[in-house]
């Protein structure tokens, strides 16, 4: 019985020996093509993935701006990408913002497309809210503390959270005292 060989995935090589092909620009371009056919990623992102499978970082920089100026690697286009996915899982612009920091993309074009982006952010603190804790209001200030808590863990900012409650933002009028909180 034959065995079958397995066909290496683009981005499968490690060159723990320092071999010539670690700094072969075409295997480089190639495994950089080949994960950004799964999805788009950032320049620093897909830099960092690439080194860690033994290629060289200075031919890596050089094969990546390349890709760049032929617009096949865009950090404009995975933000964009990357906040419209995320907001639509129902997170917020702060927690969005703070995850495309971590990934190395520049801070003002986050803050540029963050801003630019068609998201109402109240409206998606509002479906969020509900979806987690059905349409009725909070009934008591420890359920409100709590959803509030989770819409922060979403990324969403104080005035949004706010917002998400209703015009008034409070908390149904015969719980306007917790006997907890009272001594």
Known sequence: ?????????????????????????????????????????????????????????????????????????????YVTSFITHHAARGQGPMRIRSELRESGVAAELVERLLDAADVDWVEAARTVRRKKFSASRPSSFAERAKQSRFLQYRGFSQDQIRAAFGPDAGVDPEFASDPDLDT
């Open 1 to 77: 019985m034959a065995t079958r060989r397995r066909f290496p995935k683009p981005g499968d090589e490690t060159f723990a020996d320092g071999s010539e092909a670690a700094s072969d620009p075409s295997r480089i371009r190639s495994s950089a093509i080949g994960l950004l056919a799964r999805r788009e990623h950032s320049t620093g992102e897909l830099e960092r993935k690439l080194e860690s499978r033994g290629f060289d970082a200075e031919v890596t920089s050089e094969v990546l701006t390349e890709l760049a100026r032929k617009g096949l690697l865009s950090d404009e286009r």
